[in-house]
């Protein structure tokens, strides 16, 4: 009797610790990827670019504002801001054109302005 007692006891402290081992070491992917420090550091680096994103680029939205359009007429305007005007609506200016070209060019694209 005693015997079967004894055995009973080691039984049962072997299964609890058995079942106390699997609940320690039994964690699963998403376990060990929350206690992986690279994976913090990939969430804060991505967290930083988009934050940075935000602040600078965006479109020229962000900190600093696009370069506006020329203004007055265009047959006084210089070269470069002709090639900014045209390159603003994506018109793609020659590199070798000249003033008066570019000019042409500007005029014949000009809308007119909406009320």
């Not at 080691?10 to 299964?15: A, L, N, Q, Y």
């Not at 680096?45 to 935000?54: I, L």
């Not at 305007?77 to 570019?102: F, I, Q, V």
Request: proline share 6%; hydrophobic share 35%; glycine share 6%.
């Amino acid at each position: 009797m005693v015997a079967a007692v004894v055995e009973a006891s080691r039984h049962i402290s072997t299964t609890q610790k058995q079942v106390n081992l699997t609940e320690t070491t039994m964690s699963t992917r998403l376990d060990n990827l929350l206690k992986s420090k690279n994976v913090v550091l990939l969430f804060g680096g991505v967290v930083s670019m988009a934050a940075a994103y935000t602040i600078w680029g965006n479109d020229g939205q962000g900190m600093f504002p696009p370069v506006s359009d020329p203004t007055g007429d265009p047959k006084t305007w210089s070269r470069e801001e002709c090639r900014l005007w045209l390159e603003k609506r994506n018109l793609h200016p020659d590199p070798k054109a000249t003033k008066e070209e570019l000019i042409e060019r500007v005029l014949a694209n000009m809308r007119i302005p909406r009320k």
